[in-house]
């Protein structure tokens, strides 16, 4: 498996982006996104299990941003809505199988997407 991330660039706040992100090679269980700030941990934005109807979101994101995904295109999407400064960081997509007590854990994610940049200014 491999992931492609793309979308990543400069908005200000209350700006809207979409990150998009490339899987080829077989399917996995999950897949999600994760972020990381300058000089703080990577920390998850959300996450979906192929086989399940929920959506998982970490409370910072609910409401603003949107997972959604085309499986036609073998693609995930990060929707941004709302966009704050504090929402700056690279973020990542990631695929796996964790248990779904771990679905928002860095953890149980093996394959990772090379990053793309989002920065968001007041």
């Known amino acids: 498996v491999q992931l492609q991330a793309s979308g990543g660039g400069l908005a200000q706040a209350g700006d809207s982006l979409r990150l998009t992100c490339a899987a080829s090679?077989?399917?996995?269980?999950?897949y999600g996104w994760f972020r990381q700030a300058p000089g703080k941990e990577r920390e998850f934005v959300g996450a979906?299990?192929?086989?399940?109807?929920?959506?998982y979101y970490a409370n910072s994101v609910k409401g603003r941003f949107t997972i959604s995904r085309d499986n036609a295109k073998n693609t995930l999407y990060l929707e941004m809505n709302s966009l704050k400064p504090e929402d700056t960081a690279v973020y990542y997509c990631?695929?796996?199988?964790?248990?779904?007590?771990?679905?928002?854990?860095?953890?149980?994610?093996?394959?990772w997407g090379q990053g793309t940049k989002v920065t968001v200014s007041s």
């Open positions: 090679g077989r399917t996995l269980g999950s």
């Open positions: 990631a695929a796996g199988d964790p248990i779904i007590s771990s679905i928002s854990t860095s953890e149980g994610y093996r394959v």
């Open positions: 979906f299990r192929l086989n399940g109807r929920r959506i």
